[in-house]
């Protein structure tokens, strides 16, 4: 499975975007991105994926780079309900089996 | 949204014993049911792909005949945590795909905290 990078921890200030940095440098042709975000003591969320073009959702946007070797999951307005550890993953759709690395915690200050 | 729920949510149990975990998907059908293991400050490990009336295919190092899983429903599959001994104490959650649904989206449970004394 392609592996991905990211940093191991993000802080934010509430109201204030987020931008989380994803490197999957040897991603292939079919693998979608996804983002998963894991609260304290819960099952992981869905936050978004997505395979080549930019995505929006309520919750966040993607933004993948044109070579596909990188994204970046925004919060637009970070809350402190948005502190959580974000999960960036590569999967191919027809299996949906996802390998969780290390993720970012990401801490909200009001 | 789609919700999948596991029972059940806190475990206690001694040495030597089974332990059966469900996991329900509530409002959907779902095909394919993964589990996953979690440790104290670690990330998740998937241990386990379920599908419904087949056998489950587990991922290296996982022993299955230790971990029984079966999926004997669109919307329940379980694992068995067989001999249970303190180093399986984890956090254990599940997740389903939607089988009508659009999206390659995984929906998890809350998950199942077995402590094994």
């Known amino acids: 499975d392609a592996k991905t990078t990211q940093p191991n921890s993000m802080e934010s200030n509430e109201e204030e975007p987020v931008h989380l940095p994803c490197n999957h440098s040897?991603?292939?042709?079919?693998?979608?991105i996804h983002w998963y975000r894991q609260l304290p003591s819960q099952g992981p969320e869905y936050v978004i994926h997505?395979?080549?073009s930019n995505v929006n959702n309520r919750m966040a946007s993607l933004a993948i780079a044109e070579d596909r070797k990188s994204s970046t999951l925004i919060l637009h307005r970070a809350t402190l309900r948005d502190a959580a550890v974000y999960y960036c993953?590569?999967?191919?759709?027809?299996?949906?089996?996802?390998?969780f690395g290390a993720g970012t915690q990401v801490v909200v200050t009001p | 949204g789609a919700v999948v729920s596991q029972h059940p949510s806190w475990v206690i149990c001694k040495s030597g014993t089974s332990v059966k975990i469900e996991c329900r998907s509530l409002d959907f059908q779902a095909t394919t049911m993964f589990w996953y293991r979690q440790f104290p400050k670690q990330s998740l490990m998937l241990m386990a792909t379920?599908?419904?009336?087949?056998?489950?295919?587990?991922e290296q190092g996982v022993e299955k005949d230790k971990f029984l899983i079966n999926h004997a429903s669109l919307t329940l599959s379980t694992l068995t945590v067989t001999s249970a001994h303190p180093e399986d104490s984890s956090f254990y959650i599940c997740?389903?795909?939607?089988?009508?649904?659009?999206?390659?989206?995984?929906?998890f449970g809350p998950g199942t905290r077995l402590t094994v004394t």
């Open positions: 379920s599908n419904e009336g087949s056998k489950a295919t587990y």
């Open positions: 040897t991603i292939s042709g079919t693998d979608y």
């Open positions: 997505g395979l080549t």
């Open positions: 993953i590569l999967s191919t759709d027809s299996w949906g089996k996802l390998q």
């Open positions: 997740s389903a795909r939607d089988r009508g649904g659009k999206g390659s989206e995984q929906y």
